[in-house]
Nanobody
């Protein structure tokens, strides 16, 4: 089971850190990803990190603003979001996959999602 931390309502330019805690099983051997889905849009890739944390991948839209990291001892993955923009508003999901992937169908486990709203 993957459980995201509470998102929130922030202003443009603010920062927010999401966390995703795993329970029931260990995900230390899995790649972890963050996706988001805005109303009326498809779920889109945001960032992913391999099992060791040595490799990361980002969507162009968040590159340089968002940072994904993980702490395998805590079975937790993080998404640090800086310089937030209104277009970052979406429900954010964490997910686990055997390797770093960018499409949702390649992820086996999903959190329930958390709302992030960025006001202008």
């Amino acid at each position: 089971q993957l459980v995201e931390s509470e998102g929130g309502l922030v202003q443009a330019g603010d920062s927010l850190r999401l966390s995703c805690a795993a329970s029931g099983r260990t995900f230390s051997s899995y790649a972890m990803g963050w996706f988001r889905q805005a109303p009326g849009k498809e779920r889109e890739f945001v960032a992913a990190i391999n099992w060791s944390g040595a490799r990361t991948q980002y969507a162009d839209s968040v590159k340089g603003r968002f940072t994904i990291s993980r702490d395998n001892a805590k079975n937790t993955v993080y998404l640090q979001m800086n310089s937030l923009k209104p277009e970052d508003t979406a429900v954010y999901y964490c997910a686990a996959a055997p390797a770093v992937r960018v499409t949702p169908v390649q992820y086996d486990y999903w959190g329930q999602g958390t709302q992030v709203t960025v006001s202008s």
